[in-house]
């Protein structure tokens, strides 16, 4: 997703476009991958704009979720985090998560199209969206195991 269209999305749902909607949107997509806390993108974007707050990330987090211009996504350690939406995200891919240090792997492929389609066809049940997490060792960690 561009700037534009991220402007055109606000015009149309009746929002402002505002100088700090836009930075914050620009800090999500100069990250792609980072998988950003609101605390960690407030860092980032008051390099920016000194006097844009916190409140300000949260409200314009919550509006871009509510919009689908983002993802936001939950790895069990209390906090969310959020990263853009590609335009060819059909929905969110797939994370793995090591336990030991805490790295987060995008996975791209998506193997769950062929279970989506019996699952919609057996129950009737048109699916929007998945979340699907893989807990285990990054081979950095698994490497360290091993010496």
């Known amino acids: 997703m561009e700037v534009k269209d991220m402007k055109k999305l606000l015009v149309e749902n009746n929002y402002k476009i505002t100088k700090q909607r836009e ?26 704009d000194k006097d844009l707050g916190i409140a300000t990330v949260y409200r314009t987090l919550v509006i871009f979720d509510k919009m689908n211009i983002v993802h936001k996504l939950d790895f069990d350690d209390k906090r969310y985090r959020y990263e853009i939406i590609r335009d060819d995200d ?3 891919h797939h994370h793995l998560l090591c336990k030991d240090c805490g790295k987060i792997i995008e996975v791209e492929e998506d193997y769950l199209e062929t279970l989506e389609q019996i699952i919609e066809e057996k129950y009737k ?19 360290l195991e091993k010496k």
Not at 23 to 48: C, D, Q, R, T
Not at 125 to 143: E, T
Request: proline residues 2%; glycine residues 4%.
């Open 125 to 143: 049940f048109k699916i929007i969206n998945h979340d699907l997490k893989f807990y285990g060792k990054c081979s950095d960690c698994s490497n």
């Open 23 to 48: 930075i914050v949107f620009n800090v999500l997509n100069e990250n792609k991958g980072n998988h950003l806390s609101p605390e960690e993108l407030h860092e980032i974007a008051s390099k920016y």
């Open 90 to 92: 059909k929905h969110q």
